[in-house]
């Protein structure tokens, strides 16, 4: 074996090293990421009556409340944004109505330009 041949075969074998290390700290975080959530969100859960005592009233998150107040939120901002509680201008009603065919002007086969022979 020469000495190049074997100096890039140690380079790769050290790459391939390098990219599962990489890989396997990748995954570590990511896990660690989600299970302090996972834990978090398995204490959010009262089951005894001593601990429900304990709870702050008015502390209540009701999901389908927060949701519909979200989609609410968002398709009022989406109305605002694109003008949907106004009138449509004549301009724009003109052009959908031409696009439609509605409004163009028809053709009769004397205004067609001759097409090719």
């Given at each position: 074996?020469?000495?190049?041949?074997?100096i890039i075969s140690?380079?790769?074998?050290?790459?391939?090293?390098?990219?599962?290390?990489?890989?396997?700290?990748?995954l570590t975080i990511?896990?660690?990421d989600t299970s302090?959530?996972?834990?978090?969100?398995?204490?959010?859960?009262?089951?005894?009556?001593?601990?429900?005592?304990?709870?702050?009233?008015?502390?209540?998150?009701?999901?389908?409340?927060?949701?519909?107040?979200?989609?609410?939120?968002?398709?009022?901002?989406?109305?605002?944004?694109?003008?949907?509680?106004?009138?449509?201008?004549?301009?724009?009603?003109?052009?959908?109505?031409?696009?439609?065919?509605?409004?163009?002007?028809?053709?009769?086969?004397?205004?067609?330009?001759?097409?090719?022979?």
């Amino acid at each position: 074996m020469t000495m190049t041949s074997l100096i890039i075969s140690i380079l790769s074998q050290l790459l391939k090293f390098l990219v599962m290390c990489l890989f396997a700290f990748t995954l570590t975080i990511s896990m660690s990421d989600t299970s302090g959530s996972s834990v978090i969100a398995a204490t959010s859960n009262v089951l005894t009556p001593e601990a429900r005592s304990f709870k702050v009233k008015g502390d209540e998150n009701n999901l389908v409340d927060n949701i519909e107040k979200a989609i609410k939120n968002t398709a009022d901002n989406v109305v605002e944004k694109l003008n949907l509680n106004e009138p449509i201008p004549d301009s724009t009603k003109e052009f959908l109505d031409s696009a439609r065919g509605k409004g163009a002007p028809k053709s009769t086969p004397n205004d067609r330009p001759p097409g090719p022979k």
